[in-house]
């Protein structure tokens, strides 16, 4: 049997999945079961920032595989301790909680507010996307999701995202916090307005409420900052980080600012949060970020990239946005047949919605390839 046919015939199904087996990658270059090679603009949904096969990544994944892998919170460790330390003076947060993936990060984020509080209500945006699992998902605004699963956790609400107004009325004495992204990525990569932000964050300290940002896509360099809030001079009390924290292994954290209260002991936890494989990788792949000046570079190419998608002539393209290397091209048709178009020519890009491409390429990406990735665009859109 094929790749495709024994996948196809064992998979749970819940994927819509494209036709191309990837077995390979280096950088922002992946190649399929049968050799052919593709730009990459997905990058692991995110997950990628550092590219693939990153050789100081994989050495460090290696060297901690062979040493120690297994270290649940009960027992102190080495790596862990080093990466705590070191999300901590990224970010300026004092405290840290580790997990295995964005919606864990989310679902203590939202643990954290209400224990904190001692409130129960959870503003969240319309278009946001927080994760698929029951806290997170209720904070998930797209109702094919929500609604196979319902009733859902009791206590969520929703505005729309970039109204400030509504979201001054929306906050209660008891709202616990207000969840947002600092760009909205699954919702159509829509970049959060400064004065809304801001606003949101006033809003909050104003009403007791806490802050979280769900910086799961936009964390690790992807908008041009290390952490998108630090581009909008943002204090937000809980951070969710995931996808690119480890070069690509499963791994989540949610930061813990000042505002929130002491945790105590028990109220939450994990088995897998924090083991020292995954600290190990998150160590590699931060110190490859910042040697390498990714945020930075994501910033540069960022603005080259959206300016040249932006001076495409097409009738098909309603607008061009973004931030850093995270882009959306919003176009007057659904998009699938549009990237199907650009996978056969090399180029593979995300949805973002029924109308928007998203643009996701890991942060290492030469120029050369995303001029490419602009002619082929030029070319699926004529
Ligand atoms: C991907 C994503 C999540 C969920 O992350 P998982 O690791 O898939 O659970 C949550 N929030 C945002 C903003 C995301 O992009």
């Given at each position: 049997?094929?790749?495709?046919?024994?996948?196809?015939?064992f998979?749970s199904?819940?994927?819509?999945?494209?036709p191309?087996?990837?077995?390979?990658g280096q950088?922002a270059?992946?190649?399929?079961?049968?050799?052919?090679e593709y730009i990459d603009c997905?990058g692991?949904?995110g997950?990628?920032?550092i590219g693939?096969?990153?050789?100081?990544?994989a050495?460090?994944?290696?060297?901690?595989?062979?040493t120690?892998?297994s270290?649940?919170?009960m027992?102190y460790?080495d790596?862990?301790?080093?990466?705590e330390?070191?999300?901590c003076?990224?970010?300026?947060f004092p405290r840290v909680?580790?997990?295995?993936?964005?919606?864990?990060s989310?679902?203590?984020?939202i643990?954290?507010?209400?224990?904190s509080t001692?409130?129960k209500g959870i503003?969240a945006?319309?278009r946001?996307f927080?994760?698929?699992?029951?806290?997170?998902?209720?904070?998930?605004?797209e109702k094919?999701?929500?609604?196979?699963?319902?009733?859902l956790v009791?206590?969520?609400s929703?505005?729309?995202?970039n109204?400030?107004?509504?979201?001054r009325?929306?906050?209660?004495e008891?709202?616990?916090?207000?969840?947002?992204?600092?760009v909205q990525?699954?919702?159509g990569?829509?970049?959060?307005?400064?004065?809304?932000l801001?606003?949101?964050?006033?809003?909050?300290r104003?009403?007791?409420a806490?802050?979280i940002?769900?910086e799961?896509?936009?964390?690790f360099g992807?908008?041009g900052?290390m952490?998108a809030?630090?581009g909008?001079?943002?204090?937000p009390?809980?951070v969710?980080?995931?996808?690119s924290?480890a070069?690509?292994l499963?791994?989540g954290a949610?930061l813990i600012?000042?505002?929130?209260g002491?945790l105590p002991?028990q109220?939450h936890?994990?088995?897998?949060?924090g083991?020292?494989?995954?600290?190990?990788?998150?160590l590699a792949?931060?110190?490859?970020?910042?040697a390498?000046h990714?945020p930075?570079?994501?910033?540069?190419l960022g603005?080259?990239f959206?300016?040249?998608l932006?001076?495409?002539?097409?009738p098909?393209?309603r607008?061009?946005?973004?931030?850093?290397?995270?882009v959306?091209?919003?176009?007057k048709?659904?998009?699938?047949p549009?990237?199907?178009?650009?996978?056969?020519?090399?180029?593979?890009?995300?949805?973002a919605g029924?109308?928007?491409?998203?643009?996701?390429?890991?942060l290492v990406?030469?120029?050369?390839?995303?001029?490419v990735?602009?002619?082929?665009?030029?070319?699926?859109?004529?």
């Open positions: 049997m094929t790749i495709l046919d024994t996948e196809n015939q998979t199904g819940l994927y819509t999945k494209r191309i087996a990837i077995v390979r950088g270059r992946l190649w399929d079961s049968e050799g052919r997905v692991g949904q997950a990628a920032n693939h096969a990153n050789p100081q990544v050495a460090a994944i290696a060297a901690q595989a062979a120690l892998i270290c649940p919170e027992f460790n790596r862990r301790a080093e990466l330390q070191r999300l003076a990224l970010s300026g909680y580790l997990c295995n993936s964005g919606t864990e989310v679902e203590a984020a643990k954290f507010a209400r224990l001692g409130r503003l945006c319309m946001g927080h994760g698929r699992t029951f806290g997170a998902l209720s904070a998930t605004w094919k999701y929500r609604e196979p699963f319902e009733p009791p206590g969520f929703h505005v729309p995202y109204n400030l107004e509504a979201l009325a929306a906050v209660s008891d709202t616990a916090a207000v969840l947002l992204e600092v990525g699954e919702g990569v829509n970049p959060g307005a400064p004065e809304f801001l606003g949101a964050q006033q809003v909050c104003e009403r007791g806490l802050l940002l769900d799961v896509q936009t964390g992807r908008t900052t952490f809030y630090q909008f001079g943002l204090e009390d809980l969710c980080l995931a996808k924290i070069g690509g499963p791994m949610t600012g000042p505002r929130v002491e002991a109220v936890g994990s088995t897998f949060g083991n020292p494989l995954a600290c190990a990788a998150a792949a931060i110190d490859y970020i910042e390498n990714l930075g570079r994501a910033a540069e603005a080259w959206l300016g040249a932006r001076r495409i002539e097409s098909l393209i607008e061009v946005r973004g931030a850093g290397l995270m959306g091209v919003e176009i048709q659904k998009v699938t549009y990237l199907q178009a650009l996978m056969a020519e090399g180029v593979l890009a995300l949805p029924l109308t928007v491409l998203r643009f996701l390429p890991p990406i030469e120029q050369a390839d995303l001029a990735v602009v002619e082929k665009v030029r070319k699926v859109l004529a």
